[in-house]
C-alpha cells in the first residue's frame, strides 16, 4: 500500500493525501509537480525512473473500510534536496531513454 508521504522530498512542500500535485516514481519517491517539471526534468534524482501523478485515497469508506481513516498516510517526512550537480549528470546520461525504458 502506498505510503502517501506528507512532503516533496526536495522542497519539503506539503503534499496531503488529496494533492494532486504529488508525484510519484515505482519506488514511491515522492515529488511536488514544480520539483519534477523544473529542477528534476522528469527523473527520479534516486533511481533514474519516471513519474507518475500519486493516486488519492479515498477520504470516504465508500467499500469494504478501504478509505484513508483506516489506512491513513504515513506522517514521516523524507527531506533530502537533490544536488543539483549530480542530478543534472543523471539526466545528462538517462534523458534520451523514454521513462518506460530505463
Request: positive net charge; contains cysteine; glycine residues 6%.
Amino acid at each position: 500500500m502506498l505510503e502517501l508521504r506528507p512532503t516533496c522530498e526536495h522542497c519539503n512542500k506539503p503534499l496531503p493525501p488529496a494533492s494532486a500535485e504529488a508525484r510519484i516514481c515505482s519506488f514511491e519517491c515522492t515529488f511536488c509537480h514544480d520539483c519534477v517539471e523544473g529542477l528534476l526534468q522528469g527523473v527520479c534524482p534516486n533511481c533514474g525512473g519516471g513519474f507518475v501523478p500519486r493516486p488519492v485515497r479515498p477520504a470516504h469508506d465508500w467499500k469494504n473500510g478501504n478509505f484513508l481513516g483506516r489506512c491513513p498516510a504515513t506522517t514521516r517526512v523524507t527531506y533530502k534536496p537533490v544536488d543539483a550537480q549530480a542530478h543534472r549528470d543523471l539526466v545528462a546520461r538517462v534523458a534520451s531513454v523514454p521513462a518506460q525504458a530505463r
